[in-house]
């Protein structure tokens, strides 16, 4: 048994994301191109519906870098979101490692950042499917 169990948090079972949130993460992506667009992701009955924008979010350079020590407590946040100034949405190793740290589920958009330019990993990093819904 590990010392935590977190396989029965409502936050693993996060399996919708909503189409305008999508839609948003996709216009974020597109104007920060060529430069990463990072945000956390919010969800709440397990369907995504929320960005959460941090100050210390840094978009830029060759990775997008998430600053743990900015989040809130906040157990609505179930994962994170980043873009790819390329037409690759698989987790770089830095990408996994994030993963592994933080959160139930991840997103990564990649150009042209079309509605179906995405995938979704679960902490393991294994791609994991979310519906998008109304
Ligand atoms: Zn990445």
Redesign the pocket.
């Known amino acids: 048994m590990p010392l935590f169990d977190f396989s029965n948090d409502p936050r693993a079972k996060v399996d919708r994301i909503r189409k305008r949130t999508l839609k948003m993460i996709m216009e974020a992506s597109k104007s920060s191109y060529p430069s990463e667009f990072a945000a956390f992701l919010r969800a709440e009955e397990g369907v995504i519906r929320e960005l959460v924008l941090l100050p210390g979010t840094v978009s830029g350079g060759s ?2 870098i998430f600053r743990m020590s900015m989040l809130p407590v906040d157990f609505t946040i179930v994962g994170t979101v ?1 873009s ?1 100034p390329s037409p690759v949405s698989l ?2 190793d ?2 996994l490692e994030l993963f592994r740290k933080y959160g139930w589920v991840h997103m ?1 958009t990649r150009a042209p950042y079309e509605m179906d330019c995405w995938n979704a990993y679960s902490g393991r990093g294994e791609m994991i499917d979310l519906k998008v819904v109304d």
Do not use: C, K, V
């Open positions: 990775h997008a980043h790819h987790p770089s830095a990408d990564i």
